[in-house]
Nanobody
Framework: QVQLVESGGGLVQPGGSLRLSCAASGSIFSINAMGWYRQAPGKQRELVAVITNYGSADYGDAVKGRFTISRDNAKNTVYLQMNSLKPEDTAVYYC???????????WGQGTQVTVSS
């Protein structure tokens, strides 16, 4: 079992920045991917960004160039630096952990990000 603890969500003005953090604990496989997905009201969940333990990252088209994902393997923690935030970035952001050995997914409870003036 893997537990994910998210932090960093909140309210920010358009053009502002936020940094999300997600720390994984429990039965961690070192070979894994961690990242963020988001879901806005009335929309399907979408990929924000994901990064493997060896540093390979993918971004959703809507955030590419504005968001940066990084991780600290020693802390089993993934970070999402969100810059140039737009109202359409408003969503619940969910941390995801995926073992690349078992292919099993774990999800955080989600943290609300609201971009509004």
């Amino acid at each position: 079992q893997v537990q994910l603890v998210e932090s960093g969500g909140g309210l920010v003005q358009p053009g502002g920045s936020l940094r999300l953090s997600c720390a994984a604990s429990g039965s961690i496989f070192s070979i894994n991917a961690m990242g963020w997905y988001r879901q806005a009201p009335g929309k399907q969940r979408e990929l924000v960004a994901v990064i493997t333990n060896y540093g390979s990252a993918d971004y959703g088209d809507a955030v590419k160039g504005r968001f940066t994902i990084s991780r600290d393997n020693a802390k089993n923690t993934v970070y999402l630096q969100m810059n140039s935030l737009k109202p359409e970035d408003t969503a619940v952001y969910y941390c995801n952990y995926r073992s690349l050995v078992t292919k099993y997914d774990y999800w955080g409870q989600g943290t609300q990000v609201t971009v509004s003036s």
